[in-house]
């Protein structure tokens, strides 16, 4: 038995614009990271350093609840 699925947006949009929103995602540009990173003032500094504390926990979570390295 063979199964096929169609993606409905392949059938609506068009070729180019069907590829364009599948690509993957270009890596990030760490320069522009970095210089955003360079304006922040000292409050915008902490809350981004607890929100990338809390993201840490909750990937280590995933990877243990996955069997991950630190299981």
Known sequence: ???AAIDPLALILSNEVYVKINLPRPPPDLAALRELLRSL???QKRL???RTRQLDAYV???E???GGPDT
């Open 1 to 3: 038995m063979y199964l």
């Open 41 to 43: 003032d000292a409050s």
């Open 48 to 50: 981004a350093l607890e």
């Open 60 to 62: 280590k979570a995933v």
């Open 64 to 66: 243990k609840a996955l």
